[in-house]
């Protein structure tokens, strides 16, 4: 408060002190400043345990132990290395020694499968005779010869040409094409069909397991061969079709091959025979007028397709 002048009717001013000036003046407690002249006077204490390690001696133990894991590791990986090695190789030869015996049983199987064709047409006439060769012929169960056309198939090589396009699509030939070919063949008029060696019937399937197609539950490799017997106009006839066109379209795009040939003279394995559960006789079982295999089992012919039509490019 302010006290009136002597001799005047206004009061004296009379200033308190200022508490932020002050507080912006000397920001730090006088007691801070004490306690650090108080710590550097005492005497510097040496660091003790792991804080006494420089820094240098702490990264070279971490290296040398790593080290050392990483040689138990390798000479784990070398010692068990000849096990593995042995055990590949004995599945290899494995493989092998079962493919031997598969293709050796198959072999029987033919030679069993003709002797009993030749008894049959022993013990049947003449004319029933014919008709059961017609019939086996016409279902795929029988083999058959004559002239037709050979579709080839192969994977584009590893080294395509990215600068001119090569290698849009699928490198490689999938089941799916195998499919649509043999498609296009049963309605360009085929009357027998097989892919690789593997005839192709009413309840054939094209299918893929894994990285393998498989014709009728057997791998297939590239390159694949689908021949065809069938009329002489049965080239042109594929060539016209939409399959034809779609697999020349992807062979100029990815870089597979894709052609096709006239073949004379094909003889075309027989199927392996159904496991038949049950059988009923046909609604017309007189043979067909022609003289000729009676029936495509493809979509020319009075049976279903040979394959699913699933999958495309």
Do not use: C
């Not at 029987?108 to 064709?117: F, G, N, P, T, Y």
């Amino acid at each position: 408060m302010s006290a009136p002048r002597p001799g005047g009717n206004r009061p004296e001013r009379v200033y308190a002190p200022d508490f932020l000036t002050e507080l912006f003046r000397n920001p730090l407690d006088p007691g801070y400043a004490d306690a650090a002249a108080a710590r550097r006077s005492r005497p510097a204490e040496a660091p003790q345990g792991w804080r006494a390690w420089p820094a240098r001696s702490v990264s070279l133990v971490v290296v040398v132990v790593l080290g050392f894991l990483f040689a138990v590791a390798y000479r784990q990986t070398m010692a068990d290395e000849p096990g593995r090695s042995q055990a590949r190789s004995g599945l290899v030869a494995q493989i092998k020694d079962r493919v031997s015996e598969t293709d050796r049983l198959s072999a029987s199987a033919d030679e069993l499968r003709e002797e009993v064709s030749r008894q049959r047409d022993a013990a049947l006439s003449g004319s029933a005779a014919a008709r059961l060769r017609n019939l086996e012929a016409s279902t795929g169960l029988g083999r058959v010869r004559g002239d037709g056309v050979v579709v080839r198939l192969a994977d584009a090589p590893g080294n395509q040409d990215a600068v001119t396009g090569a290698g849009a699509g699928p490198p490689r030939v999938l089941y799916s094409d195998l499919q649509g070919v043999a498609n296009a063949l049963w309605s360009a008029g085929a009357e027998a069909i097989a892919i690789n060696g593997q005839r192709l019937t009413s309840t054939s399937t094209i299918r893929l397991a894994g990285e393998a197609i498989l014709v009728d539950f057997r791998p297939v490799t590239g390159p694949y061969e689908v021949s065809a017997i069938g009329p002489g106009s049965l080239q042109r006839r594929f060539e016209d079709s939409r399959s034809a066109a779609l697999m020349q379209e992807v062979a100029r795009k990815t870089g597979l091959s894709f052609g096709v040939r006239d073949a004379e003279d094909l003889t075309l394995p027989a199927a392996p025979e159904p496991q038949l559960r049950y059988a009923k006789p046909s609604v017309s079982p007189s043979p067909s007028a022609s003289g000729g295999r009676s029936g495509s089992p493809g979509p020319s012919g009075s049976g279903p397709t040979s394959s699913p039509s699933g999958g495309g490019r």
